[in-house]
């Protein structure tokens, strides 16, 4: 079962997007849940994070005060709100659990900032 992201697009230096992802409801509930990026050429990396009660959350230091990671438990999403968003967070984005787990990853969705 793959998690889908969705909400990428090109976007202007200093703009914002919002990227969100729905699960079914026997992965939401019990699993910390991660946004993760990867940039052509790099690695993938986790961005952010949030625990499966939604009182914690976790930030990579590049984009932390300017992502916020949320979770609705009544939709079974999680969402990533981006703002200044530069040119260095141009990278495919991916929602998965936290720790990930390799058939939850899906196709992703990009994220392209630019002038």
């Known amino acids: 079962v793959q998690l889908q992201a969705c909400g990428g697009g090109l976007v202007q230096p200093g703009g914002s997007l919002r990227l969100s992802c729905t699960a079914s409801?026997?992965?939401?509930?019990?699993?910390?849940m991660g946004w993760y990026r990867q940039a052509p050429g790099k690695q993938r990396e986790l961005v952010a994070s949030?625990?499966?009660?939604?009182?914690?959350?976790y930030y990579a230091g590049s984009v932390k005060g300017r992502f916020t990671i949320s979770r609705d438990s009544a939709k079974n999403s999680v969402s990533l709100q981006m703002n200044s968003l530069k040119p260095e967070d141009t990278a495919v984005y991916y929602c998965?659990?936290?720790?990930?787990?390799?058939?939850?990853w899906g196709q992703g969705t990009l994220v392209t900032v630019s002038s």
């Open positions: 998965n659990v936290q720790p990930p787990l390799a058939p939850y």
């Open positions: 949030i625990w499966k009660d939604g009182k914690n959350t």
């Open positions: 409801a026997h992965i939401f509930q019990v699993n910390n």
